[in-house]
Protein backbone atom coordinates (compact mmCIF):
# COMPACT_ATOMS: atom_id res chain seq x y z
CA UNK A 1 0.00 0.00 0.00
CA UNK A 2 2.38 2.61 1.01
CA UNK A 3 4.54 1.19 -2.26
CA UNK A 4 1.78 2.36 -4.42
CA UNK A 5 0.57 5.61 -2.82
CA UNK A 6 3.92 7.04 -3.20
CA UNK A 7 4.42 5.61 -7.17
CA UNK A 8 0.92 7.45 -7.86
CA UNK A 9 2.11 10.57 -6.29
CA UNK A 10 5.31 10.51 -8.27
CA UNK A 11 3.00 9.94 -11.27
CA UNK A 12 1.11 13.03 -10.14
CA UNK A 13 4.83 14.74 -9.66
CA UNK A 14 5.11 14.02 -13.48
CA UNK A 15 1.87 15.00 -15.02
CA UNK A 16 1.64 18.31 -13.04
CA UNK A 17 5.34 19.26 -14.60
CA UNK A 18 5.52 18.40 -18.45
CA UNK A 19 8.76 20.01 -18.58
CA UNK A 20 10.88 17.04 -16.62
CA UNK A 21 8.58 14.45 -18.54
CA UNK A 22 11.25 13.56 -21.25
CA UNK A 23 14.28 13.93 -18.57
CA UNK A 24 12.34 11.18 -16.19
CA UNK A 25 11.15 8.83 -19.29
CA UNK A 26 14.82 8.53 -20.10
CA UNK A 27 15.72 8.31 -16.16
CA UNK A 28 13.60 5.40 -16.07
CA UNK A 29 14.44 3.92 -19.39
CA UNK A 30 18.13 3.75 -18.05
CA UNK A 31 16.89 2.46 -14.81
CA UNK A 32 14.84 -0.68 -16.62
CA UNK A 33 17.78 -0.97 -19.08
CA UNK A 34 19.96 -1.06 -16.29
CA UNK A 35 18.10 -3.83 -14.16
CA UNK A 36 17.39 -5.68 -17.56
CA UNK A 37 21.41 -5.66 -17.85
CA UNK A 38 22.03 -6.40 -14.01
CA UNK A 39 19.39 -9.97 -14.85
CA UNK A 40 21.22 -12.78 -15.92
CA UNK A 41 20.34 -15.02 -19.36
CA UNK A 42 18.19 -17.30 -17.56
CA UNK A 43 15.48 -15.34 -16.12
CA UNK A 44 15.12 -12.59 -13.02
CA UNK A 45 16.87 -13.55 -10.02
CA UNK A 46 13.58 -13.83 -8.18
CA UNK A 47 13.20 -16.93 -10.51
CA UNK A 48 16.59 -18.65 -10.41
CA UNK A 49 15.99 -18.14 -6.31
CA UNK A 50 12.95 -20.48 -6.67
CA UNK A 51 13.94 -22.44 -9.01
CA UNK A 52 17.17 -23.37 -6.87
CA UNK A 53 15.63 -23.67 -3.70
CA UNK A 54 12.68 -26.02 -5.06
CA UNK A 55 15.19 -28.24 -5.62
CA UNK A 56 17.53 -27.75 -2.95
CA UNK A 57 18.86 -30.82 -0.97
CA UNK A 58 19.62 -31.39 2.64
CA UNK A 59 22.78 -31.64 1.92
CA UNK A 60 22.79 -28.22 0.12
CA UNK A 61 20.55 -26.70 3.00
CA UNK A 62 23.41 -27.26 5.23
CA UNK A 63 25.73 -25.87 3.00
CA UNK A 64 24.19 -22.65 2.96
CA UNK A 65 23.71 -22.45 6.10
CA UNK A 66 27.23 -23.50 6.80
CA UNK A 67 28.96 -21.36 10.07
CA UNK A 68 25.83 -19.53 10.79
CA UNK A 69 24.72 -19.38 14.47
CA UNK A 70 22.30 -21.40 16.05
CA UNK A 71 19.62 -19.40 16.44
CA UNK A 72 19.69 -19.16 12.48
CA UNK A 73 19.92 -22.63 12.12
CA UNK A 74 17.01 -23.29 14.13
CA UNK A 75 14.95 -20.45 12.40
CA UNK A 76 16.17 -21.57 9.26
CA UNK A 77 17.38 -25.31 9.35
CA UNK A 78 15.91 -28.13 7.67
CA UNK A 79 13.35 -25.67 5.36
CA UNK A 80 13.35 -25.69 2.18
CA UNK A 81 13.66 -21.83 0.98
CA UNK A 82 10.42 -21.37 -1.23
CA UNK A 83 7.30 -23.33 0.05
CA UNK A 84 4.76 -23.75 -1.57
CA UNK A 85 2.26 -21.20 -2.25
CA UNK A 86 5.38 -18.33 -1.24
CA UNK A 87 3.94 -19.33 2.49
CA UNK A 88 6.75 -18.55 4.84
CA UNK A 89 5.40 -21.28 7.31
CA UNK A 90 5.41 -24.67 7.38
CA UNK A 91 2.69 -26.04 5.13
CA UNK A 92 1.25 -28.78 7.25
CA UNK A 93 0.87 -32.16 5.04
CA UNK A 94 -1.70 -34.50 6.88
CA UNK A 95 -1.45 -37.19 4.41
CA UNK A 96 -0.95 -40.80 5.00
CA UNK A 97 0.25 -41.61 2.28
CA UNK A 98 1.99 -40.07 -1.19
CA UNK A 99 0.48 -40.36 -4.33
CA UNK A 100 3.08 -41.68 -7.67
CA UNK A 101 1.77 -40.69 -11.07
CA UNK A 102 2.66 -43.76 -13.06
CA UNK A 103 3.75 -47.07 -12.52
CA UNK A 104 7.23 -46.24 -14.20
CA UNK A 105 7.40 -43.10 -11.21
CA UNK A 106 6.84 -45.65 -8.67
CA UNK A 107 9.36 -48.10 -10.45
CA UNK A 108 12.18 -45.15 -9.73
CA UNK A 109 11.40 -44.54 -5.98
CA UNK A 110 11.27 -48.56 -5.46
CA UNK A 111 14.60 -48.91 -7.15
CA UNK A 112 16.04 -46.01 -5.14
CA UNK A 113 15.99 -43.47 -7.93
CA UNK A 114 14.04 -40.88 -6.41
CA UNK A 115 13.92 -40.07 -2.67
CA UNK A 116 10.47 -38.69 -1.97
CA UNK A 117 7.55 -39.96 0.68
CA UNK A 118 5.71 -43.22 0.54
CA UNK A 119 3.12 -43.92 3.29
CA UNK A 120 3.10 -41.91 6.25
CA UNK A 121 4.95 -44.42 9.06
CA UNK A 122 8.37 -44.45 6.57
CA UNK A 123 7.95 -40.60 7.35
CA UNK A 124 6.79 -37.05 6.47
CA UNK A 125 7.31 -33.47 5.47
CA UNK A 126 6.59 -32.05 8.01
CA UNK A 127 8.78 -34.96 10.21
CA UNK A 128 11.71 -34.62 7.59
CA UNK A 129 11.67 -30.50 8.04
CA UNK A 130 12.32 -31.18 11.86
CA UNK A 131 14.88 -33.66 11.47
CA UNK A 132 17.03 -31.96 9.81
CA UNK A 133 16.48 -29.07 11.78
CA UNK A 134 17.53 -31.14 14.95
CA UNK A 135 19.96 -32.81 12.76
CA UNK A 136 22.15 -29.32 12.62
CA UNK A 137 20.92 -28.05 16.09
CA UNK A 138 23.04 -31.48 17.47
CA UNK A 139 25.64 -31.30 14.76
CA UNK A 140 24.62 -34.69 13.76
CA UNK A 141 24.81 -36.69 10.10
CA UNK A 142 21.22 -37.49 11.10
CA UNK A 143 18.35 -37.69 13.15
CA UNK A 144 15.31 -39.74 13.78
CA UNK A 145 11.78 -38.03 15.52
CA UNK A 146 9.60 -40.57 17.71
CA UNK A 147 6.63 -39.75 18.81
CA UNK A 148 7.82 -39.64 22.30
CA UNK A 149 10.82 -39.95 24.12
CA UNK A 150 10.35 -43.23 25.75
CA UNK A 151 9.26 -44.17 22.11
CA UNK A 152 13.06 -43.10 20.68
CA UNK A 153 14.79 -44.86 23.34
CA UNK A 154 12.82 -48.09 22.64
CA UNK A 155 13.40 -47.87 19.24
CA UNK A 156 16.99 -47.58 19.48
CA UNK A 157 17.41 -50.50 22.32
CA UNK A 158 14.91 -53.15 20.50
CA UNK A 159 16.84 -52.24 16.85
CA UNK A 160 20.69 -52.77 18.65
CA UNK A 161 20.31 -55.27 21.10
CA UNK A 162 19.41 -58.72 20.82
CA UNK A 163 19.15 -61.71 23.26
CA UNK A 164 22.43 -62.59 24.60
CA UNK A 165 23.12 -58.60 24.41
CA UNK A 166 23.67 -56.66 27.65
CA UNK A 167 23.95 -53.36 28.33
CA UNK A 168 25.18 -51.16 31.34
CA UNK A 169 23.78 -48.03 32.54
CA UNK A 170 24.27 -45.50 34.98
CA UNK A 171 21.09 -45.63 37.84
CA UNK A 172 20.11 -41.79 37.84
CA UNK A 173 17.71 -42.00 35.13
CA UNK A 174 14.36 -41.38 34.59
CA UNK A 175 12.46 -43.92 36.28
CA UNK A 176 10.33 -45.37 32.74
CA UNK A 177 13.89 -45.69 31.02
CA UNK A 178 15.07 -47.84 34.29
CA UNK A 179 12.12 -49.43 33.98
CA UNK A 180 12.08 -50.78 29.96
CA UNK A 181 15.70 -51.65 30.93
CA UNK A 182 14.72 -53.75 34.34
CA UNK A 183 11.53 -55.13 33.39
CA UNK A 184 11.20 -55.13 29.59
CA UNK A 185 14.18 -55.90 27.57
CA UNK A 186 14.81 -58.97 30.47
CA UNK A 187 11.94 -60.25 28.80
CA UNK A 188 13.50 -60.58 25.02
CA UNK A 189 16.66 -61.80 26.65
CA UNK A 190 19.06 -59.02 27.23
CA UNK A 191 21.06 -58.92 30.28
CA UNK A 192 20.81 -55.19 31.73
CA UNK A 193 23.16 -54.17 34.51
CA UNK A 194 23.16 -50.75 36.77
CA UNK A 195 26.09 -49.36 38.16
CA UNK A 196 26.50 -46.18 40.24
CA UNK A 197 25.92 -43.04 38.19
CA UNK A 198 29.76 -41.59 37.74
CA UNK A 199 31.61 -44.43 38.69
CA UNK A 200 33.64 -45.44 35.89
CA UNK A 201 35.27 -48.43 37.19
CA UNK A 202 32.09 -50.04 38.07
CA UNK A 203 30.85 -49.64 34.63
CA UNK A 204 34.52 -50.94 33.28
CA UNK A 205 33.73 -53.99 35.69
CA UNK A 206 30.65 -54.42 34.20
CA UNK A 207 31.77 -54.74 30.60
CA UNK A 208 31.88 -57.96 28.85
CA UNK A 209 31.84 -59.75 26.00
CA UNK A 210 28.30 -59.51 25.14
CA UNK A 211 28.35 -55.83 26.11
CA UNK A 212 26.81 -53.62 23.09
CA UNK A 213 25.47 -50.59 25.01
CA UNK A 214 26.32 -48.46 27.61
CA UNK A 215 23.97 -45.74 28.51
CA UNK A 216 23.51 -42.48 30.57
CA UNK A 217 21.83 -39.41 30.80
CA UNK A 218 23.67 -35.80 31.43
CA UNK A 219 22.51 -34.20 33.37
CA UNK A 220 20.37 -36.78 35.04
CA UNK A 221 17.35 -36.86 36.20
CA UNK A 222 16.16 -35.86 38.88
CA UNK A 223 19.15 -35.51 40.58
CA UNK A 224 21.00 -33.23 37.81
CA UNK A 225 24.45 -35.14 37.87
CA UNK A 226 26.67 -34.61 35.35
CA UNK A 227 28.22 -37.38 33.62
CA UNK A 228 32.01 -36.85 32.26
CA UNK A 229 31.60 -37.43 29.11
CA UNK A 230 35.52 -37.56 27.99
CA UNK A 231 35.85 -41.00 30.23
CA UNK A 232 32.15 -42.41 29.32
CA UNK A 233 33.69 -41.84 25.37
CA UNK A 234 36.83 -43.15 26.10
CA UNK A 235 35.48 -46.19 27.92
CA UNK A 236 33.42 -46.89 25.30
CA UNK A 237 36.25 -46.82 22.42
CA UNK A 238 38.42 -49.00 24.65
CA UNK A 239 36.28 -51.54 24.96
CA UNK A 240 34.45 -51.06 21.60
CA UNK A 241 30.81 -50.95 23.12
CA UNK A 242 28.35 -48.07 21.82
CA UNK A 243 27.72 -45.02 23.71
CA UNK A 244 24.05 -43.40 23.88
CA UNK A 245 23.48 -40.00 26.12
CA UNK A 246 19.82 -39.31 26.98
CA UNK A 247 20.96 -35.55 26.80
CA UNK A 248 17.06 -34.44 27.49
CA UNK A 249 17.92 -32.10 30.80
CA UNK A 250 20.45 -30.40 29.04
CA UNK A 251 19.77 -30.01 25.33
CA UNK A 252 21.86 -29.24 22.48
CA UNK A 253 22.31 -25.63 23.59
CA UNK A 254 23.72 -26.19 26.46
CA UNK A 255 25.80 -29.80 25.65
CA UNK A 256 27.24 -31.38 22.40
CA UNK A 257 27.70 -34.97 23.31
CA UNK A 258 28.58 -35.71 19.56
CA UNK A 259 31.33 -33.62 19.56
CA UNK A 260 32.62 -35.88 22.42
CA UNK A 261 32.11 -38.74 20.14
CA UNK A 262 29.11 -40.03 21.77
CA UNK A 263 27.26 -42.48 19.08
CA UNK A 264 24.02 -41.52 20.25
CA UNK A 265 22.10 -38.59 21.46
CA UNK A 266 18.53 -38.73 22.28
CA UNK A 267 16.66 -36.12 23.95
CA UNK A 268 12.44 -36.58 25.00
CA UNK A 269 12.19 -33.31 22.43
CA UNK A 270 8.34 -33.11 24.50
CA UNK A 271 10.66 -30.83 27.01
CA UNK A 272 12.71 -27.90 25.91
CA UNK A 273 13.12 -28.42 22.04
CA UNK A 274 9.12 -28.51 22.01
CA UNK A 275 9.07 -26.15 24.65
CA UNK A 276 5.74 -25.41 25.20
CA UNK A 277 3.97 -27.92 26.84
CA UNK A 278 1.64 -29.02 23.91
CA UNK A 279 3.37 -31.99 22.56
CA UNK A 280 5.03 -35.46 22.78
CA UNK A 281 7.92 -36.49 20.62
CA UNK A 282 11.17 -38.32 20.81
CA UNK A 283 14.49 -37.35 18.86
CA UNK A 284 17.85 -40.09 18.18
CA UNK A 285 20.52 -37.86 16.53
CA UNK A 286 23.89 -39.65 15.67
CA UNK A 287 25.42 -41.00 12.39
CA UNK A 288 23.99 -42.17 9.02
CA UNK A 289 25.25 -45.71 8.44
CA UNK A 290 24.61 -46.44 12.56
CA UNK A 291 20.68 -45.03 12.39
CA UNK A 292 19.40 -46.67 8.91
CA UNK A 293 18.28 -49.78 10.54
CA UNK A 294 17.12 -47.95 14.03
CA UNK A 295 15.20 -45.63 11.24
CA UNK A 296 14.30 -49.18 9.35
CA UNK A 297 12.52 -50.67 12.76
CA UNK A 298 10.52 -47.42 13.35
CA UNK A 299 9.06 -47.80 10.17
CA UNK A 300 7.43 -51.18 11.70
CA UNK A 301 7.47 -49.85 15.31
CA UNK A 302 5.63 -47.07 13.71
CA UNK A 303 6.00 -44.26 16.48
CA UNK A 304 5.52 -41.82 14.24
CA UNK A 305 4.44 -38.33 15.01
CA UNK A 306 0.93 -36.38 13.12
CA UNK A 307 1.99 -33.57 10.59
CA UNK A 308 0.10 -30.73 13.15
CA UNK A 309 2.53 -32.31 15.95
CA UNK A 310 5.04 -31.88 13.90
CA UNK A 311 4.04 -27.81 13.09
CA UNK A 312 4.08 -27.49 16.75
CA UNK A 313 7.52 -28.71 16.95
CA UNK A 314 9.32 -26.91 14.29
CA UNK A 315 7.12 -23.87 15.34
CA UNK A 316 8.51 -24.44 19.45
CA UNK A 317 12.39 -24.79 17.70
CA UNK A 318 12.56 -21.29 16.45
CA UNK A 319 12.45 -19.24 19.29
CA UNK A 320 14.58 -22.54 21.08
CA UNK A 321 17.80 -20.34 21.91
CA UNK A 322 15.59 -17.50 23.45
CA UNK A 323 13.91 -19.96 25.43
CA UNK A 324 17.15 -21.77 26.19
CA UNK A 325 18.59 -18.78 27.78
CA UNK A 326 15.99 -18.00 29.44
CA UNK A 327 15.47 -21.12 30.89
CA UNK A 328 19.27 -21.03 32.12
CA UNK A 329 19.11 -17.81 33.86
CA UNK A 330 16.22 -18.64 35.74
CA UNK A 331 17.52 -21.68 36.81
CA UNK A 332 20.77 -20.59 37.98
CA UNK A 333 18.91 -17.70 39.75
CA UNK A 334 16.36 -19.38 41.43
CA UNK A 335 18.47 -22.47 42.52
CA UNK A 336 21.12 -19.52 44.14
CA UNK A 337 17.80 -18.39 45.73
CA UNK A 338 17.18 -22.17 47.15
CA UNK A 339 20.65 -22.31 48.43
CA UNK A 340 20.43 -19.27 50.73
CA UNK A 341 17.05 -20.12 51.83
CA UNK A 342 17.05 -21.56 55.64
CA UNK A 343 13.58 -23.88 55.37
CA UNK A 344 16.27 -25.64 51.92
CA UNK A 345 18.26 -28.70 53.25
CA UNK A 346 19.92 -28.89 49.51
CA UNK A 347 19.14 -28.03 45.80
CA UNK A 348 20.40 -30.14 43.34
CA UNK A 349 21.23 -27.97 40.21
CA UNK A 350 24.72 -28.11 38.25
CA UNK A 351 25.49 -24.64 38.40
CA UNK A 352 25.74 -24.29 41.85
CA UNK A 353 29.22 -24.72 43.07
CA UNK A 354 27.48 -27.16 45.81
CA UNK A 355 26.57 -29.49 43.25
CA UNK A 356 29.09 -32.66 43.40
CA UNK A 357 29.47 -32.35 39.58
CA UNK A 358 29.57 -28.86 39.36
CA UNK A 359 32.83 -29.08 37.70
CA UNK A 360 32.42 -31.59 35.14
CA UNK A 361 28.93 -29.37 34.37
CA UNK A 362 30.67 -26.23 34.06
CA UNK A 363 34.00 -27.76 32.21
CA UNK A 364 31.34 -29.57 29.72
CA UNK A 365 27.74 -27.12 29.58
CA UNK A 366 27.29 -23.58 28.63
CA UNK A 367 24.44 -23.20 31.15
CA UNK A 368 22.53 -25.37 33.51
CA UNK A 369 18.81 -25.41 32.17
CA UNK A 370 15.91 -24.59 34.38
CA UNK A 371 15.44 -27.74 36.15
CA UNK A 372 16.17 -27.65 40.09
CA UNK A 373 15.39 -30.38 42.53
CA UNK A 374 15.76 -29.84 46.41
CA UNK A 375 15.14 -30.93 50.16
CA UNK A 376 12.99 -28.60 52.53
CA UNK A 377 14.58 -29.01 56.22
CA UNK A 378 13.50 -31.28 58.39
CA UNK A 379 10.22 -31.04 56.08
CA UNK A 380 7.97 -34.70 56.28
CA UNK A 381 6.15 -35.67 53.05
CA UNK A 382 3.00 -33.69 54.07
CA UNK A 383 4.70 -30.61 55.53
CA UNK A 384 6.44 -31.28 51.84
CA UNK A 385 3.41 -30.94 49.80
CA UNK A 386 2.03 -28.06 51.90
CA UNK A 387 4.97 -26.13 49.99
CA UNK A 388 4.32 -27.47 46.47
CA UNK A 389 0.38 -26.49 47.05
CA UNK A 390 1.28 -22.59 48.45
CA UNK A 391 3.30 -22.05 45.39
CA UNK A 392 0.94 -20.16 43.19
CA UNK A 393 2.68 -19.43 39.49
CA UNK A 394 4.28 -22.87 38.95
CA UNK A 395 1.20 -25.74 38.39
CA UNK A 396 1.81 -29.41 39.75
CA UNK A 397 2.32 -31.44 37.16
CA UNK A 398 4.66 -34.18 35.40
CA UNK A 399 7.42 -33.16 32.66
CA UNK A 400 9.64 -29.81 32.31
CA UNK A 401 11.31 -27.91 29.79
CA UNK A 402 8.21 -25.77 29.25
CA UNK A 403 7.47 -21.96 29.23
CA UNK A 404 5.18 -22.46 32.17
CA UNK A 405 6.87 -23.63 35.67
CA UNK A 406 6.11 -26.92 37.07
CA UNK A 407 6.47 -28.47 40.17
CA UNK A 408 6.10 -31.61 42.30
CA UNK A 409 6.96 -33.81 44.45
CA UNK A 410 8.80 -36.59 42.92
CA UNK A 411 7.71 -39.47 46.03
CA UNK A 412 3.82 -38.70 45.24
CA UNK A 413 4.35 -37.59 41.44
CA UNK A 414 6.40 -40.50 40.06
CA UNK A 415 7.66 -42.99 42.73
CA UNK A 416 4.28 -43.18 44.61
CA UNK A 417 3.96 -46.55 44.22
CA UNK A 418 7.52 -47.82 44.99
CA UNK A 419 8.43 -48.94 48.05
CA UNK A 420 10.71 -47.30 50.67
CA UNK A 421 13.40 -49.41 49.90
CA UNK A 422 13.41 -48.76 46.32
CA UNK A 423 12.79 -44.96 47.11
CA UNK A 424 15.90 -45.23 48.70
CA UNK A 425 17.58 -47.16 46.26
CA UNK A 426 16.58 -44.83 43.67
CA UNK A 427 17.82 -41.83 45.91
CA UNK A 428 14.35 -39.67 46.10
CA UNK A 429 13.47 -38.44 49.46
CA UNK A 430 10.24 -37.98 51.08
CA UNK A 431 11.29 -34.01 51.64
CA UNK A 432 12.25 -33.85 47.64
CA UNK A 433 10.85 -30.96 45.73
CA UNK A 434 11.77 -30.77 41.84
CA UNK A 435 10.49 -27.41 39.87
CA UNK A 436 10.72 -27.36 36.20
CA UNK A 437 11.47 -23.34 36.35
CA UNK A 438 10.06 -21.77 33.17
CA UNK A 439 9.94 -18.37 31.11
CA UNK A 440 8.32 -16.30 33.42
CA UNK A 441 10.51 -13.16 35.75
CA UNK A 442 12.68 -14.62 37.78
CA UNK A 443 11.63 -11.93 40.49
CA UNK A 444 8.22 -13.38 40.63
CA UNK A 445 8.89 -17.21 40.72
CA UNK A 446 11.30 -16.64 43.74
CA UNK A 447 9.15 -13.94 45.16
CA UNK A 448 6.48 -17.15 45.00
CA UNK A 449 8.50 -19.66 46.01
CA UNK A 450 9.75 -17.35 49.44
CA UNK A 451 6.04 -16.78 50.35
CA UNK A 452 5.43 -20.74 49.62
CA UNK A 453 8.29 -22.03 51.80
CA UNK A 454 7.87 -18.87 54.60
CA UNK A 455 4.24 -20.26 55.00
CA UNK A 456 3.67 -21.90 57.64
C1 LIG B 1 15.50 -37.63 30.88
C2 LIG B 1 14.26 -38.14 30.22
N1 LIG B 1 14.38 -38.98 29.18
C3 LIG B 1 13.29 -39.47 28.55
C4 LIG B 1 12.02 -39.13 28.94
C5 LIG B 1 10.83 -39.69 28.23
O1 LIG B 1 10.31 -38.72 27.37
P1 LIG B 1 8.76 -38.72 26.88
O2 LIG B 1 7.94 -38.33 28.05
O3 LIG B 1 8.77 -37.73 25.77
O4 LIG B 1 8.47 -40.11 26.43
C6 LIG B 1 11.85 -38.25 30.02
C7 LIG B 1 10.49 -37.87 30.45
O5 LIG B 1 10.30 -37.21 31.45
C8 LIG B 1 13.00 -37.74 30.67
O6 LIG B 1 12.91 -36.90 31.71
Known sequence: MPTNMSIDSDANDLSRDATNEADTTSQLDDAVQTSRLAEPASGSSRDRESRVSQVESPAQARERLQDTGFSTQSVHA???RQKAEGSISAPIFTASTFTFESTDSLMRFVDGKEERDEYGRYGTPNERTCEAKLAALEGAEEAIIYSSGMAAIVGLLMSRLSAGDEIVFFDQCYHR??????????RFGVVTRQVPTGDFDAMEAAINSNTKMLVSESPTNPHLTAVDLEKFVALGKSTEVETL??????TPFNLRPIEYGVD???????????????LLAGVLCGRKEALEPVRSLRGILGSVNSAHNMYL????????????????????RIAEFLDQHPRVERVYYPGLASHPTHEIADSQMAGFGGLITFLVKDADWKETSRIVDAA????????????ESLIEQPLVMSYYHCSPQEREQFGIYDNMIRMSCGIENADDLIADLRQALDAR
Not at 177 to 186: A, G, I, M, P
Open 264 to 278: FVLHSATKYLGGHND
Open 245 to 250: IDATLA
Open 78 to 80: GEK
Open 392 to 403: KIPRIAPSLGGV
Open 177 to 186: SREFCSKHLS
Open 313 to 332: LERGLKTFELRMQRHNENGQ
